[in-house]
């Protein structure tokens, strides 16, 4: 089974609008983190916006917000007032324990491809 | 936080020949991670290079394939052998520090063709 489904390939919003991009993982572990990163087409991996398993808040960076509802295995990203440089592909993350014990390494979901219309 | 570099940051191979890949951090770090992104796709991991000790392949990768060498805490190498144009990717080094919470650092990433 998947550990990060994003489920959306491609989204389209207006400039200065806000958008949603879903994420749901899976995991039995009670400590885990959630992350985003934002890839544009030159390749480069940037943080965006970091959620853990036991914070009561949801994550806010700026123009991102993280929408977590734990119960639902969901943190779904926001941007708000979308710019022409939002363009890009956007990942989804998890850390949580590894299998061989001891190191969080991180399982990225297939991405979304985020379109900003002028 | 971590800066690396990473080179090439892109290449174009025959196929049958080897591709050295290298990656610098500007700070000591227990363990590096190698993933593959296959064009539209997302990041897999390859393996993770812990200093002075064998790379540890996931599921689908093996050192035959892409030996990797962790020389010191500071530097490690991804070799892409005998290369075929399915092996076309981009290739990535990350740091991630050891608590829970904090992010991934990546390299620029190699973006390799094999024709």
């Known amino acids: 089974a998947q550990k990060i489904t994003q489920t959306q390939p491609g989204m389209f919003v207006q400039e200065k609008e806000a958008v949603t991009l879903d994420c749901t993982y899976d995991?039995?572990?009670?400590?885990?983190?959630l992350f985003w990163y934002k890839q544009p087409s030159s390749g480069e991996m940037i943080f965006l916006i970091y959620q853990g398993s036991y914070d009561q808040q949801n994550a806010t960076e700026g123009r991102y917000s993280l929408n977590f509802q734990k119960a639902r295995k969901s943190a779904n990203l926001v941007i708000s007032a979308s710019q022409l440089g939002d363009s890009a592909m956007y990942f989804c993350a998890m850390r949580e324990p590894h299998a061989s014990g001891g190191s969080y390494i991180p399982t990225f979901g297939r991405g979304t491809s985020l379109i900003v219309h002028p | 936080s971590a800066v690396i570099s990473q080179k090439p940051s892109r290449d174009i191979c025959q196929r049958g020949t080897s591709l050295t890949i290298q990656c610098q951090v500007d700070?000591?770090?227990?363990?590096m991670f190698w993933y593959r992104q296959q064009p539209g796709q997302s990041l897999t991991l390859i393996a993770t290079?812990?200093?002075?000790?064998?790379?540890?392949?996931e599921s689908g990768f093996v050192i035959d394939k892409f030996p990797i060498s962790r020389p010191n805490l500071t530097f490690s190498t991804l070799t892409v052998s005998n290369m075929s144009p399915e092996d076309s990717s981009i290739y990535l080094c990350s740091v991630s520090g050891s608590p829970l919470n904090t992010e991934a650092f990546f390299g620029q990433g190699t973006r390799l063709t094999v024709v």
């Open positions: 700070s000591q770090v227990t363990m």
């Open positions: 995991t039995s572990d009670p400590s885990y983190g």
């Open positions: 290079a812990n200093q002075g000790s064998e790379a540890t392949y």
